[in-house]
């Protein structure tokens, strides 16, 4: 008999807005009793030092290094979110020896993946210290250990989540639209492919904090007032990313930011919308076929005016568009549920990347953990 655990995921994500505290409670197969959730923004200066930290680990080609001040903000990183268990335990009257392990994400400073490189800051060993729970963190690196991209490791929880949503005959694809966006395809066989499909919030939110100060644009409103400007979208749009067939994960830092003199704010936020939406038009091409039903997660599903503009071209394509909630789930906890789920798998040592989510040679299990 599969034994079903209680697990607490923990992400913190490329748009680096905050920390998301998700328990579920799954054996790593088909049972999944999705639990409460809280989310816990950064202040702007912790955010400052998160973006500190990507220019630290620019230089960096070993994944354990923390030179100085990257070990300083990776320490900072690990206490706060020690404080975001400790805070959601509270908050939900948890009892905390109910919960047999912690999945903890970590935050991304650096993702070459055709260098085999991928480093998350966070330290899981510490935050087992600290929280006095077992940890596995450290989930992407088998993975490129054995020919993967490192990314993305969400797949495996779509899956499992499709099939209580899924109808017969159907082909459904999971779209989260975080810093960056990706794609996971649940063929009506069961087939799974998955992969990154361009540019999410990222680009929208470094123009709007470049040109107001504002980490983001709320609603997409301002991006709602302004018009596509082509000869920028297309320059986005033509980047050999979306060229060829194989399919390749994304750093934040892949897409340059626009300049500040090369467009309105409101046009350049609209830009940037149409471009996220397209993007995932534009990979959705690589799917194995095109799907009967989309279901938006992540934060990209609150910016009206990119989808608006995804749901155009979706359904002028003969797809649905829904959003998490509307098929029945929540798109702000998805990926820290996700990590809760693959933190059980790795336990039980099952796979957590396939050769049809990020080009691993064989299916593999990883994740380290460590325990109090």
């Not at 989808?307 to 906890?333: H, I, K, N, P, Y």
Request: charged fraction near 25%; include cysteine; hydrophobic fraction near 40%.
């Amino acid at each position: 008999m599969d034994v079903i655990r209680t697990a607490v995921g923990l992400m913190s994500g490329t748009s680096m807005d905050g920390i998301d505290v998700a328990l579920v409670r799954t054996d790593g197969r088909g049972f999944i009793e999705r639990g409460p959730f809280l989310g816990l923004p950064y202040d702007a200066a912790f955010r400052g030092r998160l973006k500190r930290a990507l220019e630290l680990a620019r230089p960096l080609t070993d994944r354990s290094e923390r030179p100085g001040e990257l070990r300083e903000i990776e320490l900072e990183l690990t206490e706060r979110h020690a404080t975001a268990v400790t805070a959601f335990i509270e908050r939900f009257g948890l009892a905390a020896d109910a919960i047999d392990v912690l999945g903890f994400h970590g935050q991304t400073v650096l993702h070459r993946p055709d260098d085999g490189l991928t480093i998350q800051i966070g330290d899981g060993r510490e935050l087992a210290r600290r929280t006095g729970l077992s940890v596995v963190y450290d989930m992407r690196a088998n993975d490129m250990v054995h020919g993967g991209q490192g990314a993305p490791l969400v797949p495996a929880y779509h899956a499992a989540l499709a099939g209580k949503f899924q109808q017969a005959g159907e082909a459904v694809c999971f779209v989260n639209i975080g810093g960056i966006s990706n794609l996971t395809y649940i063929g009506a066989d069961g087939r799974i492919a998955a992969f990154d499909s361009g540019p999410g919030n990222t680009l929208i939110d470094q123009w709007v904090e470049m040109q107001t100060g504002r980490s983001y644009d709320p609603g997409g409103e301002i991006g709602g007032r302004g018009k596509v400007v082509a000869a920028l979208a297309e320059r986005y749009l033509e980047s050999p990313f979306f060229r060829g067939n194989v399919r390749r994960s994304l750093d934040r830092g892949d897409f340059e930011p626009l300049r500040r003199d090369e467009a309105s704010l409101e046009d350049g936020a609209r830009t940037l919308a149409h471009v996220a939406a397209a993007s995932i038009v534009k990979s959705a091409g690589f799917l194995p076929d095109s799907p009967s039903t989309y279901i938006i997660c992540g934060g990209g599903r609150l910016n009206g005016t990119l989808m608006a503009e995804f749901a155009a071209m979706a359904e002028g394509a003969g797809s649905r568009v829904l959003t998490a909630e509307q098929a029945g789930f929540d798109g702000d906890a998805m990926e820290a549920e996700a990590w809760a789920y693959l933190a059980v798998r790795s336990l039980e040592g099952l796979p957590l990347t396939f050769p049809g989510t990020t080009g691993v040679a064989a299916a593999v299990s990883g994740g380290v953990l460590a325990t109090p």
